[in-house]
């Protein structure tokens, strides 16, 4: 099939699957301060509550958080409080392969305030790991703290996702397109055309909310339980700077990690069930 021939699925899918998603830049200059939304660094933490820990009692790092005061971020996320992303301190960045949503290795939490009384040294004398002491810099696949921008967009499921295929052939039957049950997507659309639709459809980069990209493949579609995880809510792409100078965020072979939850855990702001994946090339 060429392009000509699939576009009529694509609009209609774009049509069904539009969704208001959030792009993160990372701003390389800029220093965040210890409650702005940011990659990596001191998190903010008030200290009312249990500093997030492994299963062995190894406190986690911060890989970001967002200030959800700071931005309109939609019907489906709070407008007050913060979010934040830890995980271990361990070579694959706290990620569990045999049960992605046990958070263990990984945790996030919500505050449902920020105290902005809070200073950076108050946190800083606690003693809790970062990605800026030189001895813990492995563990995290940001490089350094940043501050992050953030921007409206408008995103569509892209073939990455596992839903993806049976939804395409579920419009293409409803447009009394026949397609060979046998043969993967790939196999049925001419190379080129395959190109094009995913450019016009990927979802690289960093995200609130949005659908997910992979290096390889989406987890949920191997273990029916991880359905029930139908919503990306944080999306960190690997990137570098632009003059060659190194890394801002590196999944070990420029890869991507992506938290998932249930949508109406979201709506009820219950991120006690999460699916934490990160994968490369």
């Known amino acids: 099939m060429n392009y000509n021939e699939i576009k009529p699925i694509i609009e209609e899918l774009k049509k069904r699957t539009k969704q208001k998603a959030f792009s993160l830049k990372i701003c390389k200059d800029k220093m965040p301060g210890l409650c702005d939304s940011k990659l990596g660094g001191v998190p903010y933490w008030d200290n009312q509550r249990m500093y ?4 062995s009692g190894n406190q986690l790092m911060l890989l970001a958080q967002i200030n959800l005061e700071q931005y309109d971020l939609g019907e489906l996320l709070p407008m007050t409080g913060m979010l934040q992303f830890f995980t271990g301190l361990d070579d694959v960045f706290g990620v569990d392969v045999d049960e ?12 449902e305030t920020v105290n902005y009384d809070v200073t950076r040294e108050e946190v800083m004398s606690l003693g809790y790991p970062t990605n800026l002491d030189e001895k813990m810099r492995e563990y995290s696949p940001v490089s350094k703290e940043y501050a992050l921008e953030i921007s409206k967009a408008e995103v569509y499921m892209s ?9 395409f052939r579920e419009i293409a039957k409803e447009q009394q397109i026949k397609l ?12 080129k ?11 690289t980069g ?3 909310l949005g659908y ?6 989406d987890p949920r579609m191997y273990t029916e339980e991880y359905h029930y995880y139908d919503t990306m809510l944080f999306q960190l792409d690997s990137e570098y700077y632009d003059d060659g100078e190194g890394d801002m965020v590196l999944w070990g072979d420029c890869g991507v990690g992506n938290f998932f ?21």
């Not at 992605?100 to 505050?111: A, C, E, L, M, N």
């Open 100 to 111: 992605r949503d046990r958070q263990d290795t990984f945790r996030v939490v919500y505050h």
């Open 180 to 191: 060979k049950v046998e043969e993967s997507l790939y196999d049925l659309i001419e190379e």
């Open 193 to 203: 055309a395959y190109d094009q639709m995913v450019e016009e459809m990927t979802n």
């Open 261 to 281: 939850m249930n949508n109406e855990d979201l709506k009820n702001c219950n991120f006690n069930k999460v699916l934490y994946n990160w994968d490369c090339m």
């Open 212 to 217: 997910p990209f992979f290096t390889q493949s």
């Open 159 to 167: 073939e990455r996702d596992y839903r993806f295929e049976s939804l």
């Open 52 to 55: 997030p820990v492994d299963y």
């Open 206 to 208: 960093h995200w609130v």
